[in-house]
Every structure is written in structure tokens, then in C-alpha cells.
């Protein structure tokens, strides 16, 4: 079965980097694009970044444009969030996540001084 398995999160001061990593298995990873979103208290999921499958095309929410990149590593069926000059406002679960409705368990990504 899809498993996605997310590792990486925790808590960071502002101004600081996480790489979180989502560990793919139980299907063809190279043939699909993947997803991070995320998810703040009190606020709706939303979609954070994407990236497509060979051509490694992304796209990114502006709110982390220039700050978080995305890519992955089809060998290891892996997908990597980095995530540079980090802001309170990035505090929030983060979700790994495959077309249509596969999910990972989600890891929280704290930002505080």
C-alpha cells in the first residue's frame, strides 16, 4: 500500500533552516508529481510547493517563494522540502503528499524564539 513517511520538522528560531524528507513507498514514485502543504491552528491546509515528476518542474505558494525549495530524488523515492530564513508564520504541520488523496501523518515544523 502507498505509505509516505515525512521526518525532519521541529523547533527552529526565526531566521533558521529545516530539510524536511518525505520517504515514498508501495508505489511508482518517479511517475508522480508530488506535494508539501501545510497546515497553521485555526487555518485551512494549503498548498505550500509541487514539483513534477522527471522534468522536476516546481511551483510554490507566495508566501515561500525565494525561501523553500523543493526537489526530489527519484533513486530514493524521496521528496525534500528545504526550507531557508524561516518565519514564525511557517509554524504549522507539514503534509507530504501524492495525487489524489495520499497522505503522510504530517510533522510539526515550530519556528519561536
Known amino acids: 500500500q502507498v505509505q509516505l513517511v515525512e521526518s525532519g520538522g521541529g523547533l527552529v528560531q526565526p531566521g533558521g533552516s529545516l530539510r524536511l524528507s518525505c520517504a515514498a513507498s508501495g508505489f511508482t514514485f518517479s511517475t508522480y508529481a508530488m506535494s508539501w502543504y501545510r497546515q497553521a491552528p485555526g487555518k485551512e491546509r494549503e498548498m505550500v510547493a509541487e514539483?513534477?515528476?522527471?522534468?522536476?518542474?516546481?511551483n510554490y505558494a507566495d508566501s515561500v517563494k525565494g525561501r523553500f525549495t523543493i526537489s526530489r530524488d527519484n533513486a530514493k523515492a524521496t521528496v525534500y522540502l528545504q526550507m531557508d530564513s524561516l518565519k514564525p508564520e511557517d509554524t504549522a504541520v507539514y503534509y507530504c503528499?501524492?495525487?489524489?488523496?495520499?497522505w503522510g501523518q504530517g510533522i510539526q515544523v515550530t519556528v519561536s524564539s
Open positions: 514539483i513534477s515528476t522527471y522534468a522536476g518542474i516546481t
Open positions: 503528499r501524492r495525487p489524489p488523496t495520499y
